[in-house]
């Protein structure tokens, strides 16, 4: 599956927005998903990760409540909306994806996925 990350931008502290990840193929429900994130000068770390099923998932402790993943198997897109936005929040946002056999399975370790988007800016000011 390829993966296509799109709906970055520019917005004020407070603000919100909605992240798409758009997958090749027509296997898209045999992967669980992924969203992570590398800030300038940081390391890529863990954001939140869907089940192939959609039914199970988890997020980073310092965006739960404000950030929701989903899916939608049918159009082959997974999606990150993430509200109150905080200046914290500013980096490249990547998806990523591993096909698994398990319907209920996330993964937050990155080195789990097999593959990677090309990523999105998402940039907060103050």
């Known amino acids: 599956v390829q993966l296509q990350a799109s709906g970055g931008g520019l917005v004020q502290a407070g603000g919100s927005l909605t992240l798409s990840c758009a997958a090749s193929?027509?296997?898209?429900?045999?992967?669980?998903m992924g969203w992570f994130r590398q800030a300038p000068g940081k390391e890529r770390e863990f954001v939140a990760a869907?089940?192939?099923?959609?039914?199970?998932?988890d997020s980073k402790d310092s965006v739960k409540g404000r950030f929701t993943i989903s899916r939608d198997n049918d159009k082959n897109t997974m999606y990150l909306q993430m509200n109150n936005l905080k200046p914290e929040d500013t980096a490249v946002y990547h998806c990523?994806?591993?096909?698994?056999?398990?319907?209920?399975?996330?993964?937050?370790?990155?080195?789990?996925?097999?593959?990677w988007g090309q990523g999105t800016l998402v940039t907060v000011s103050s």
């Open positions: 990523a994806a591993v096909e698994t056999t398990y319907y209920s399975n996330y993964y937050k370790d990155e080195y789990e996925y097999t593959q």
């Open positions: 193929g027509r296997t898209f429900s045999r992967y669980a």
């Open positions: 869907i089940s192939r099923s959609g039914g199970r998932g």
